[in-house]
């Protein structure tokens, strides 16, 4: 069974400081990696998604980085503003057609 | 604008009682899903659909049923057999679901609370 661990639960951070978030699974037999955003009270908005056959996906000041052997993911985001204060939840699909969670990384960038 | 919509944002359910979720999404995509959504977890899958009047249980189906009678809704009812169902619900759809590198999309959510 895929475990999804996101480690810390909650981040704060001063605004122009760089964020590392980090995503770690068990099973590296995976199709894809998403990451998303979720505001409080929302759904989730889709940041960033890496195949299998990718390293690292890239959108604006967004960076994720995947390595399948070592079962992680990491989501960078640079130059931190206050409006990127969220939860971040990133998400793996096997072959089938689920996708595991894990329960996000909530942070606060500080004005 | 095309996107997910679902209704009502908050619901009350009276013991005994069940209630349905509305999720209605105007992107033309084949795969719907339904998802529970708990403080401190990851989202859990409750049930999904391929096509139309066809879909399939989740990780945790018991006390929940659906519908796909249109491609554009797939709504989710709440049964009195829930014995937990305070949580925030999320609707999503995609392209296609078999091997498919497309994201899933998801609505606002809907909040539902026991009276």
């Known amino acids: 069974k895929q475990e999804v661990t996101q480690i810390p639960a909650a981040l704060s951070v001063p605004e122009g400081e760089n964020l590392v978030l980090n995503c770690s699974f068990t099973?590296?037999?995976?199709?894809?990696l998403q990451w998303f955003r979720q505001d409080p009270g929302k759904g989730l908005t889709s940041l960033l998604l890496?195949?299998?056959?990718?390293r690292e996906q890239t959108s604006g000041r967004l960076n994720a980085s995947l390595d399948k052997s070592s079962g992680r993911s990491t989501l960078y985001i640079a130059a931190s503003q206050p409006g990127d204060s969220a939860t971040y939840l990133c998400?793996?699909?096997?072959?089938?057609?689920?996708?595991?969670f894990g329960a996000g990384t909530t942070v606060t960038v500080r004005a | 604008d095309g996107g997910i919509t679902q209704s009502p944002k908050y619901l009350f359910r009276k013991e005994g009682q069940n209630v349905t979720l509305s999720c209605e999404q105007n992107?033309?995509?084949?795969?719907m899903y339904w998802y529970r959504q708990d403080p401190g977890q990851g989202l859990r899958l409750i049930y999904y659909?391929?096509?139309?009047?066809?879909?399939q249980k989740g990780d945790i189906a018991e006390g929940y049923s659906v519908s796909r009678e249109k491609k554009e809704s797939f709504p989710l009812t709440v049964t009195s057999a829930q014995k937990n169902p305070t949580a925030f619900y999320l609707c999503?759809?995609?392209?296609?679901?078999?091997?498919?590198?497309?994201?899933?999309?998801f609505g606002d959510g809907t909040r539902l609370s026991i009276l």
């Open positions: 998400a793996v699909r096997p072959g089938d057609y689920k996708l595991s």
């Open positions: 890496i195949q299998s056959s990718q």
């Open positions: 099973d590296s037999a995976i199709y894809n």
């Open positions: 999503a759809s995609s392209i296609e679901q078999d091997y498919s590198n497309q994201p899933q999309h």
């Open positions: 659909s391929q096509i139309v009047n066809d879909f």
């Open positions: 992107l033309n995509h084949d795969a």
